[in-house]
């Protein structure tokens, strides 16, 4: 079986690119063995106002040490830091953006949650197109790990060694017949209803987890759309686009996929700020285009 580091090496990656997914991925055992003692909610709330868990903290503090003693990445940008953070020490240009524990919500019933990362050149200001990789390592029964260094998507997994060995080469998104979306019905704008209802009449399944990084990791299998609308109480939207939309998004994209704000690719989006939030329709490529030509959501 083709390990990550074998399959790394088969890649027109940069060496120091190669050392930081796998520095990187291979964070995923050291996370997993803090779930045990780091469940509970802290008194503590990140700079969206939602309240933390340990894990967010712990994983969110060990990521950054990670990056610091590595001297692989030059900036990180984390969903549970204020401001972007500089290693002056760094040998690479390498700018990082994380979602340290994606799903928090769910620690405490134990579903599945993840780690999103993003990697760019220089900044992490940057449209989600020019990622130069992009992956998650989603902590379900299994640890898999989803990669893109721009040369198709590729599933991993970890094995009795802790080793990541290749479980699918080149994912394609299919057209399949999954749906979700998030926030209350009662504040969805009419136009996101009614594509709701579209999906329905169509035969879509609801299939809504409250882990953004498990549900698409579920739609890149199976295909068909998730969503976080613009809803009346929050016209953004409530995701992230450098932490969880613009990686995840990507990944998607090279999938076969697409990312959506409604009307056009997430991925050509400008972050004005660090936490600038977006409205997300995810997933297959064909229903997501129909959408942005036929339902005419506000965005
Ligand atoms: P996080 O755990 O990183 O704060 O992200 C939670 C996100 C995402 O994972 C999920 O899709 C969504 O928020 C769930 O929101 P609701 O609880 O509003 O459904
Ligand atoms: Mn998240
Ligand atoms: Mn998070």
């Known amino acids: 079986m083709t ?3 074998e399959y790394l090496d088969s890649t027109g990656c940069e060496e120091k690119l190669k050392d930081l997914i796998e520095l990187v991925s291979n964070q995923a055992a050291p996370i997993r063995k803090a779930f045990i003692s780091n469940q509970e909610y802290v008194d503590s709330e990140n ?3 939602e309240r933390q868990i340990a894990l967010d903290k712990w994983s969110n503090e060990h990521l950054i040490k990670t990056f610091r003693e590595s001297r692989l990445v030059k900036e990180a940008a984390s969903e549970e830091e204020p401001e972007v953070v500089e290693f002056p020490d760094a040998e690479t240009s390498y700018a990082v953006t994380i979602d340290p524990l994606d799903g928090s ?5 134990n579903l599945a949650v993840g780690t999103i990362v993003g990697v760019y050149e220089d900044s992490v ?5 020019n990622l130069k990789a992009a992956f998650y390592m989603l902590y379900g029964p299994l640890t898999v790990l989803g990669l893109t260094v721009r040369e198709g998507v590729h599933l991993f997994a970890l094995n009795e060694e802790d080793e990541y060995v290749m479980t699918r080469r080149d994912v394609r ?8 979306s998030g926030a209350l019905k009662r504040d969805w704008f009419p136009e996101h209803q009614r594509f709701i209802e579209y999906l329905e009449k169509e035969g879509y399944k609801l299939r809504y987890s409250g882990s953004f990084v498990a549900d698409v990791h579920q739609y890149i299998k199976y295909g068909g759309v998730f969503s976080y609308p613009a809803y009346r109480g929050r016209e953004t939207g409530k995701l992230r686009l450098l932490f969880e939309a613009n990686p995840m998004g990507f990944i998607v994209d090279e999938a076969g996929g697409r990312i959506s704000n409604g009307k056009r690719n997430l991925l050509e989006t400008k972050p004005e700020k660090l936490d600038h939030r977006v409205p997300l329709y995810v997933g297959s490529r064909d229903v997501i285009e129909k ?9």
């Open 291 to 299: 959408m942005e030509k036929e339902f005419n959501i506000e965005v």
């Open 3 to 5: 390990t990550l580091r």
């Open 125 to 129: 200001m940057q449209e989600g197109r």
């Open 173 to 180: 998104i299919p057209e399949g017949k999954l749906y979700a």
């Open 47 to 49: 700079i969206y106002g």
């Open 105 to 109: 919500s769910l620690v405490q019933v």
